[in-house]
T-cell receptor, first 117, second 113 residues
Framework: EAGVVQSPRYKIIEKKQPVAFWCNPI?????LYWYRQNLGQGPELLIR????????DSQLPKDRFSAERLKGVDSTLKIQPAELGDSAVYLC???????????????FGNGTRLTVT | DQQVKQNSPSLSVQEGRISILNCDYT??????FLWYKKYPAEGPTFLIS?????DKNEDGRFTVFLNKSAKHLSLHIVPSQPGDSAVYFC????????????FGTGTSLTVIP
């Protein structure tokens, strides 16, 4: 089984520039997550999709962040414009429906390390 | 507000000995708990889980214990191996919340050969 694929692995941009991250989840996983992980912290949820629908985006800074999941498979996360505080690792994860409505554990990609200078 | 806490940022253990990683939570609605392992430059990898209907789950060298009354869970690794050196995150979720997982801040385990 192929894992969650993310690209790019690393990105360095100047502040105020736009940046985009791409994620391809595990085949058959209908739920997709974007997490942000700051240094020394655990992952924090930005947005969760069930198929094409964003069902939880309460933690997404909507003034500069946007995400989409067309056709319920791949997803992109965009930041425009980037700020210094956006430097972090952006993780994509996917999961599938388990028994009793409980989702299976999250499967993470290797993340994109963003550095904003 | 950190609902899942790992109060030990780091832990060092001799190879062959037991590693015990601890995690506390504040939300009594959490009923599903997971442990993830993370190597540098890689994403977290699922290790083991436990449901609140159990107090113990074992998978090879890894055992997770859940104490619901204390809102505490722990991961035991026996025997510890150098390849276990990584950052370990615990995570929790509650029912009827869209299965949002809350993560702790991680504990960096170093197994000394």
């Amino acid at each position: 089984e192929a894992g969650v694929v993310q690209s790019p692995r690393y990105k360095i941009i100047e502040k105020k520039q736009p940046v985009a991250f791409w994620c391809n989840p595990i085949s058959g996983h209908n739920t997709l997550y974007w997490y942000r992980q700051n240094l020394g912290q655990g992952p924090e949820l930005l947005i969760r999709y069930e198929n094409e629908e964003a069902v939880d985006d309460s933690q997404l800074p909507k003034d500069r962040f946007s995400a989409e999941r067309l056709k319920g498979v791949d997803s992109t996360l965009k930041i425009q414009p980037a700020e210094l505080g956006d430097s972090a690792v952006y993780l994509c994860a996917s999961s599938q429906e388990g028994t009793g409505g409980r989702l299976s554990p999250l499967h993470f990609g290797n993340g994109t390390r963003l550095t904003v200078t | 507000d950190q609902q899942v806490k790992q109060n030990s940022p780091s832990l060092s253990v001799q190879e062959g000995r037991i590693s015990i990683l601890n995690c506390d939570y504040t939300n009594s609605m959490f009923d599903y708990f997971l442990w993830y392992k993370k190597y540098p430059a890689e994403g977290p990898t699922f290790l083991i889980s436990i449901s609140s209907i159990k107090d113990k789950n074992e998978d090879g060298r890894f055992t997770v214990f859940l104490n619901k009354s204390a809102k505490h869970l722990s991961l035991h690794i026996v025997p510890s191996q150098p390849g276990d050196s990584a950052v370990y995150f615990c995570a929790a979720s509650a029912p009827y919340t869209g299965n949002q997982f809350y993560f702790g801040t991680g504990t960096s385990l170093t197994v000394i050969p």
